[in-house]
Every structure is written in C-alpha cells, then in structure tokens.
C-alpha cells in the first residue's frame, strides 16, 4: 500500500503495537518490511530481533547523534516497503538533522513507501505530512 504515512504518539508501547500490526499485515501480503527503532535500551528488543523474521534496524543514541543528512536519506531508500519507524521524537530530539530537512525527504518518499511513525511527542509537521493520526493515551 504506498503512499501512506501513518502517524501514532502518546503511549510509546501502544503506539509501537500498532505500527506493528501494520508491518505484520506487509508482511502476511509478502511485501517487504523494515522496522527501524531509534533507541536500543529497551529490555524487549533484543526478544523481539530473535522472533521475527524482518529486517530490523536498531539505531543508539550515540549513532542518532552522529546521523547526517545522507544516512538518513539511505535509511528511507526504499521503494515499495512498509517502514515502521519507532521513536522518532528522539531521532528529532538528537540527531543533526533539521525537522525541515527531515519532513523534505519523507515528502520525496512518501509517493513510494508505507511509513508509520511512533512518537511519544506530538509532532505537528508529521501531523500535517500524514494520511492517518492517532493520539494513544497514557493509561
């Protein structure tokens, strides 16, 4: 399903859940899938990188710190994939590159890729680049 951009912030775990489902649905449709997950300090992952069998990239706050503008750009190379990428408040938060910057290249993207974003922020310049929002409340 290309050219969608979803959108989910709050609850980090809710949010996450359900990106996730949509990259299982990718996944059940033999389309390609990649999880990208800005932060690698959560117990879970490493269960989750030993029982799925997509890619999964995970990004540390240190390697965030140091991501350019190219390395983003390669990250979201893709055509024809369903991307989730996880926490990207803290990649916006931290790395180099602008929020501007960052919304350019998903625009260039977005035409040839489902992408679903998880934040615990709201981010308003993803809220207005995105086909579906979804607020999940702390509970």
Do not use: C
């Amino acid at each position: 399903m290309p050219g969608l951009v979803h959108f989910y912030f709050g609850d980090k775990i809710k949010a996450f859940e359900t990106g996730l489902g949509t990259i299982i649905r990718s996944e059940g449709h033999s389309l390609e899938t990649i999880l990208i997950i800005f932060n690698d300090s959560y117990s879970w992952i490493k269960s989750l990188e030993e029982h799925t069998h997509f890619q999964i990239r995970i990004i540390n706050k240190t390697e965030i710190m140091k991501l350019g503008l190219a390395a983003l750009k390669s990250l979201f190379s893709t055509n024809n994939w369903t991307i989730l990428v996880a926490n990207i408040d803290l990649f916006l938060n931290f790395s180099q590159v602008s929020i501007k910057d960052f919304i350019k290249i998903i625009e260039q993207i977005k035409s040839k890729n489902e992408i679903i974003f998880t934040s615990e922020e709201l981010i308003e310049e993803l809220v207005q680049i995105a086909d579906y929002v979804s607020e999940f409340s702390l509970s």
